[in-house]
């Protein structure tokens, strides 16, 4: 059997009354207000650092001007992907064709596509190496098309350490990747016009340059964000009446915030914390930013000594 949680008597099977025998207390409900305090922390605690997390969000997207126009520029290479990147012309008896080459006509093309096919004509000695820089091509764009999705998806982390780093580099293999494939069609035209003269002509369209601007113009704004920076406008929580800078540098201290929480009100608690941290010689310093930016910071030796005569 278990031990009384007041007293430690050991309880026996005769023992089935809700009240312990030896010092009668209630056994269901013995320390039932410490427990749901200390759930109500933990839980006010998990929401202080989301609140911080959901804060560094919000400067992602509308901390400034730069991080709106961030939106857009992160948008623009998504949509200049639908427009057109090449032509082909394709003439001979009864066949009159052009193709308009952007993400539509690849996407439908690579649904459609004979593998088995391609690396035949890839492994051909004369058409093989047009096809294999044709085809190449063809997955830089993909891949440049991954990219830019990936760049506004992440770009909620954009207030993170690593997050303008990350969006330059990801813009930066979009410019590269497009570049490439710009260099790879050009040598499969030359290629393939060489080999069908007067049947096969193609050329670069505007799409594919747009494309390349609008990958350079997403590293550019960065670029000016990094310089200028983001201002994260922290809001101010609580935990029990506690707040949370002096909650969690009590906790770090060693300090039983519990203890001093039992049976006092949320403003009494809060005062007893700073009077123990004022005692452990810790302070807990709000440094001036915007009125709602928070900024922790914990010195060893804050109490203040003024010298004797």
């Known amino acids: 059997m278990a031990n009384c949680p007041k007293c430690e008597y050991h309880l026996k099977l005769r023992d089935w009354r809700p009240n312990c025998p030896s010092c009668g207390v209630n056994l269901v409900y013995y320390g039932m207000e410490e427990r749901l305090l200390a759930d109500a922390n933990k839980a006010e605690a998990e929401h202080s650092h989301f609140q911080k997390k959901f804060d560094r969000v919000k ?14 520029f992160t948008i623009l290479p998504i949509a200049f992907l639908f427009l057109p990147w090449a032509k082909i012309f394709i003439k001979a008896p009864y066949i009159d064709t052009t193709v308009n080459v ?54 909620f982390l954009s207030a993170s350490p690593k997050g303008i780093a990350r969006n330059i580099t990801l813009a930066s293999m979009g410019l590269v990747l497009t570049g490439a494939a710009t260099i790879m069609f050009t040598q499969f035209n030359s290629s393939f016009a060489t080999l069908f003269p007067g049947t096969y002509s193609g050329e670069l369209k505007f799409g594919i340059f747009v494309l ?7 590293i550019l704004i960065n670029a000016i964000i990094a310089k200028v920076g983001i201002e994260v406008k922290y809001k ?38 700073e009077n123990a941290l004022i005692e452990a010689g810790i302070r807990v310093v709000k440094e001036p930013g915007s009125e709602d930016a928070v900024i922790e910071k914990i010195e060893d030796q804050p109490l203040d000594e003024t010298p004797q005569e």
Do not use: W
Not at 129 to 145: D, G, H, I, Q
Not at 212 to 218: H, P, Y
Not at 264 to 269: I, M
């Open 59 to 72: 400067a992602s997207f509308v901390g400034s001007k730069f991080a709106i126009a961030r939106i857009i």
């Open 102 to 155: 952007n993400m539509i006509k690849v996407g439908m093309k690579v649904a459609e596509m004979d593998f088995g096919a391609l690396f035949e004509l890839m492994g051909s000695e004369i058409v093989g190496t047009p096809f294999t820089m044709f085809f190449a091509a063809l997955a830089c764009m993909l891949l440049a098309a991954v990219v830019s999705l990936a760049s506004l998806i992440l770009l």
């Open 212 to 218: 390349m601007g609008a990958f350079a113009l997403v």
């Open 236 to 273: 101010q929580t609580y935990i029990c009446g506690i707040p949370s800078e002096e909650y969690f540098a009590a906790v770090d201290a060693g300090i039983d915030v519990l203890s001093l929480q039992l049976h006092v009100t949320e403003q009494e608690a809060a005062e007893a914390i």
